[in-house]
């Protein structure tokens, strides 16, 4: 541990939103897990325990995540109450993590909230045997600005696991447990059930656990953990689920058995079997808070729905030909958006442009998408992180063969190619052909503004 001393600068007050996003970048990456919640801890304690100020619903799980926590945080809100909400990684900007009744934090409101904390930052690092990561530190931000605001209650997604995510510091009321798969396996295990042991830390005593429907190793450690704690726990396909879905245009109609009801007929605007299952859990969720014995209000329910939204996921960004991005970084992701593809779309043909961090399962992503395009074009994002195109081109030769493999180190360049692909390959007057953008949330991200700015 290393000892403080008098010359240990605070950090300098940031001036704009690139000052703030710099000075959060210079520190670990979240990428780099040091599995302790003794910094975060002190790091609170410091700016008085803001993340107790407010009740919270946490959620985990390998994926869905964000998609549920908007939907959570909609219905929330349309039952008059003021929400947080915290999700990471962000899409296209920093201050997407960090949202006050549903809209992300404005660059000044991110500044002042990151310098309210950024004075406390060089005493914790003293005291630490590691210094506090980019991902505590936001982490600290949201809890502190969350009881600034005030708010009513705060939505909060864990960023890797769950006991030992830097966001545990709070205890969650609800404690929602979305479907465990294998993902970071580095940190967290190369077994769902083995995974499912970090993830499962969120649920805590006297709280209420919305678990999603899980393979049977899963369940019984989830199960277990409630039953350690005196957690109440509702299970999908049991307590609650989807009852129906339709493909719609714009979306889908679902009917959902919530805890205490039956709502039918709902339009959600997101695609797949995946979002009517994440809609359901959202529901319980906000059942389980709101813990009342009447069923909630029907048109409130559907009204809240319709608002849904949630960027990067099968989201449409350009037609003639369209242009889908889907953040699906694991294989358990990618199937899940490729069978909405199937079930929700009718783009032939449909080129992939893939671009993956080098520590995902390249292989296994590109093997759930094989039979849903016709061809791939390789590229890669920006960051030191990305797994270099030429490398990615190798693996998906292995999997869709040479003739329908191509490489564009640029990801501007890729998605040209690619509509390209999709214009010529139809074979129709008017394109029926289709681009998915894929592989990553900065691989998605940095498409999506490329092409919001150009559109």
């Known amino acids: 541990m290393t000892d403080p001393t008098e010359t240990d600068p605070p950090a300098r007050p940031a001036e704009t939103f690139a000052e ?7 520190r670990w990456p979240e990428t780099r897990l ?21 009740p919270v619903i946490h959620l985990t799980g390998t994926n869905g995540k964000t998609s549920t ?28 993590r960090i949202s006050v ?18 004075p406390y930052t060089h005493l914790v690092d003293a005291q630490s045997d590691h210094p506090l990561s980019f991902f505590e530190t936001i982490v600290a931000m949201a809890y502190a600005k969350f009881a600034e605001a005030p708010v009513d209650v705060a939505v909060v997604e864990v960023g890797m696991g769950g006991a030992w995510d830097a966001t545990n ?7 929602v447990v979305l479907p465990v798969a294998v993902d970071h396996t580095r940190y967290l295990g190369s077994a769902p059930a083995e995974i499912a042991v970090e993830k499962a830390g969120i649920i805590k005593p006297g709280s209420t656990a919305v678990l999603a429907q899980q393979q ?42 919530g805890l205490r009801a039956r709502y039918d007929d709902l339009f959600l605007p997101l695609y797949g079997a995946h979002q009517a299952e994440n809609a359901a859990i959202a529901l319980a969720a906000v059942e389980a808070f709101l813990a009342g014995k009447e069923p909630l209000d029907d048109e409130v329910v559907r009204e809240a729905f319709a608002r849904v939204s949630s960027p990067g996921r099968l989201e449409i960004v350009r037609t003639g030909p369209t242009i889908l991005l889907d953040a699906a970084h694991n294989p358990h992701g990618a199937e899940a958006a490729a069978a909405a593809l199937d079930d929700s779309f009718s783009l032939d043909p449909l080129i992939g442009v ?8 390249a292989e296994g992503l590109l093997a759930a998408f094989e039979p849903h395009l016709a061809h791939v074009v390789c590229t890669q994002n920006s960051t030191e992180r990305a797994l270099p195109a030429d490398q990615l081109a190798a693996v998906a030769v292995e999997v869709f063969g040479e003739d329908r493999v191509s490489v564009e180190r640029r990801l501007a360049d890729a998605i040209d190619v690619a509509v390209g692909l999709a214009e010529t390959g139809s074979g129709a007057s008017i394109s029926t052909g ?5 592989g990553s949330v900065v691989t998605v991200g940095e498409a999506r503004t490329m092409l919001r700015r150009h559109s």
């Open 434 to 438: 289709g681009v998915l953008v894929t």
């Open 69 to 96: 926590s908007r939907m959570i945080d909609t219905l929330l809100r349309a039952h008059e109450l003021r929400t947080g909400r915290f999700t990471s990684p962000h899409v296209e900007r920093m201050s997407e």
């Open 101 to 118: 009744d549903g809209e992300p934090l404005t660059d000044e409101e991110f500044v002042a909230a990151f310098n309210d904390v950024a």
């Open 20 to 26: 703030a996003e710099d000075a959060l970048l210079s």
């Open 216 to 257: 049977p190793d899963v369940a019984e450690v989830l199960l277990a953990r409630s039953s350690e704690v005196g957690a109440t726990v509702v299970r999908e396909g049991l307590d609650f689920g989807v009852v129906s879905r339709v493909a719609a245009v714009g979306g889908q109609v679902v009917s959902l058995q």
């Open 169 to 175: 510091v709070a205890d969650g009321v609800v404690a």
């Open 34 to 54: 040091e599995p302790s919640l003794e910094r975060i801890t002190a790091f609170l304690d410091l700016l008085g325990d803001p993340q107790r100020s407010y």
């Open 354 to 361: 893939f671009g993956v961090m080098a520590d995902k399962d």
